[in-house]
């Protein structure tokens, strides 16, 4: 029989019914009581009220002389006063007033001779004096419960005379990974391994959450070491991640293991990715089945375990940031699933601009790139290209005010010009986006981007960019600018095993090939390739076998998946590859018109001229560099 999951419940009905389910069982907040000097941050469990007064004596307020005002009534400018040194005492900041005075005159406003004091001004009763509770009085609310304790509120409190205090505990989350190809982090892994990060994600997440992480050992896939191991874990802690063994496999066995030492409340939540999560409970103690890739484990962390997270410290669910965006290309979606797509972002002509980045869910670095998250609805089919969605914010939107969008062909220098952008000036950032030449052409004419990666050849002439761009923007509105020349060339295994010598030899028996996707200036120059070389794509096996980077194709073919593939020298220095040169290409930047006079391309053409841009193409290897910056010609 097919595996199916116990549930799909729409994420807003499994989440309301699992927290009142819990609270019904008795989930509610811990409490405990720790010095006031420790409680920065933390939050009140009740409210804390005053002690003692502050200050808890008159106390001066100035450095001078305290006083009876009654013997300085009369002076004047004119008319000064003399005070012999039985009718004041030298006083500093914050000592206690002397019996038998009410004023502290300051010391600026006296003359010392002789040992007597001269005034010009009178003094009023209890002037720069500080009267008992002036701050703070005994008994005084100081902060209501369920209240996050300021710097200030720690001075408060310790002047009030209140040295502990309760605050909500820290929930504590045990994290179990499980696995038997799951290993601690390595930096060289063998094939078959899978590194165990979820759990420093999650661990981070939960320390910004105000929780305390508890990661317990890689668990094998053994539904006794699992259930043990689970015990053990909620003995110790408030509640319990197993992370992975919640979807088909034949060795999954985290909802068979919840179910025997507690309860299954839900298996399987309408959302994507996430949708294998496991919601149980043993009494009142949370237990959440996590899917193991991270991007599902991420959602479900966020959806579903912050709501727990918050109820432990008193705080209601903070509201997300969101703002309109126009969505770049056309994102499809399953009409079963909540869907959660992440885009990057960027302000392009008074518009918010979304880009949807991969979707998979093991594609982690999605999530490190993420600008925000756009939420497609349960019964939608997806949204179309040009759309004005609501997306909630990853980054302060004034971040996004000063993002460069780069959108087109992609090239590892394009990060190294992002970082010396920052460097240049913090505030400002780049957000590339890996589309192809032609992609990045079309987000130009869609007024989408500031600027586009382009190497687009013109197999009539050999060269580059500009018989396209004549062609797509007849009308002008575009700038040329001269970025660098490029070795495009074929990336084979170290030591080239198989004997390569051309792009014609893509074609021989037994070779596999990995390409870049249709658009892309790589992937035309490989389709003018085949057809100068009599090469028939069909007969290539993995011709349609598409990458989106060229550090993508060079990892294909360093991991053993491919033989051969079109890429530049850089990313075949990176992988340590060998490299058959075919061409030097030119890689421009197409800039429109209505970005050219913003201060980021200024700032982008600065950079490409200068010394430090050199330095770091001259690092990578494989690039020429005639003017970078200058303009070729506008169209």
Not at 17 to 40: C, D, H, K, M, N
Not at 192 to 199: A, K, L, P
């Amino acid at each position: 029989m097919a595996f199916q999951y116990l549930n799909n419940r729409p994420l807003d009905e499994a989440r309301t019914q699992y927290l009142a389910l819990l609270q019904e069982q008795g989930f509610t907040p811990r409490s405990e009581t720790i010095p006031v000097q420790s409680a920065g941050g933390r939050i009140t469990a009740r409210a804390v009220y005053a002690h003692i007064c502050a200050p808890h004596y008159p106390a001066c307020a100035m450095d001078g002389i305290a006083v009876s005002a009654a013997d300085t009534f009369g002076a004047s400018d004119t008319t000064p006063i003399s005070l012999t040194p039985e009718q004041y005492t030298v006083v500093d900041t914050g000592d206690p007033l002397p019996e038998e005075r009410d004023a502290v005159i300051m010391v600026e406003e006296v003359v010392f001779a002789a040992g007597q004091a001269i005034i010009h001004q009178a003094a009023t009763p209890w002037q720069h004096v500080r009267q008992i509770g002036e701050d703070i009085c005994a008994g005084e609310m100081l902060l209501p419960g369920h209240m996050s304790v300021s710097p200030a509120a720690i001075g408060a409190m310790l002047a009030a005379g209140v040295l502990e205090v309760e605050v909500l505990a820290k929930p504590i989350v045990g994290i179990i990974p499980t696995g038997d190809e799951v290993v601690l982090p390595t930096a060289n892994p063998k094939p078959g391994d899978v590194v165990e990060f979820n759990s420093s994600i999650f661990s981070a997440m939960l320390e910004e959450w105000g929780a305390t992480p508890q990661v317990y050992p890689i668990v094998p896939d053994q539904e006794e070491a699992i259930r043990t191991a689970l015990t053990q874990a909620l003995n110790e802690c408030d509640m319990v991640l197993i992370n992975a063994g919640s979807s088909a496999g034949r060795e999954d066995y985290a909802a068979t293991v919840i179910s025997q030492v507690g309860e299954v409340f839900c298996h399987g939540i309408a959302i994507q990715p996430g949708k294998p999560a496991i919601l149980g409970h043993r009494g009142s103690k949370p237990i959440l089945g996590v899917p193991g890739y991270p991007v599902s484990g991420i959602i479900v962390m966020e959806q579903l375990l912050r709501p727990l997270v918050d109820l432990c410290l008193g705080r209601g669910a903070e509201q997300p940031v969101t703002a309109q965006a126009v969505l770049s290309r056309r994102v499809v979606s399953s009409l079963k699933y909540q869907e959660f797509v992440r885009v990057r972002l960027g302000q392009v002509g008074g518009r918010l601009v979304a880009a949807p980045l991969a979707r998979g869910s093991g594609v982690v670095s999605s999530f490190m790139k993420a600008d925000g998250i756009l939420e497609i609805p349960q019964g939608s089919e997806g949204l179309e290209a040009g759309s004005e969605v609501p997306v909630r914010l990853l980054r302060p939107a004034c971040d996004l005010e000063h993002t460069l969008v780069a959108i087109g062909s992609h090239d590892p220098l394009l990060d190294e010009l992002a970082d010396l952008i920052h460097q240049a000036d913090p505030s400002s950032f780049m957000s590339s986006s890996h589309v192809g030449s032609m992609g990045g052409l079309m987000a130009i004419r869609r007024r989408e981007t500031h600027m586009a990666g382009c190497h687009l050849l013109n197999e009539a002439d050999g060269s580059y960019n500009t018989a396209i761009l004549e062609k797509q923007f007849p009308n002008g509105g575009v700038y040329q600018v001269e970025c660098v020349g490029r070795t495009q060339g074929l990336m084979v295994a170290s030591g080239n095993p198989l004997g390569l010598t051309g792009f014609r030899d893509i074609a021989r028996s037994g070779i596999r090939y990995v390409n870049r996707q249709k658009g892309s200036g790589t992937r035309i120059l490989a389709d003018y390739l085949c057809r100068k070389e009599g090469v028939d794509p069909a007969t290539v096996y993995g011709y349609e076998r598409e990458e989106f980077t060229h550090t993508a194709v060079a990892a294909q073919i360093a991991g053993g998946t491919a033989d051969a593939g079109m890429g530049i020298w850089s990313a075949a220095k990176i992988y340590g590859l060998d490299f058959l040169p075919v061409c030097v290409e030119q890689y421009d930047l197409i800039i429109p018109d209505y970005a050219w006079d913003t201060s980021m391309i200024r700032r982008v053409l600065e950079i490409l001229a200068g010394p430090a841009f050199r330095a770091r193409l001259e690092k990578l290897g494989g690039y020429t560099l005639d003017q970078p910056g200058r303009v070729r010609r506008v169209y």
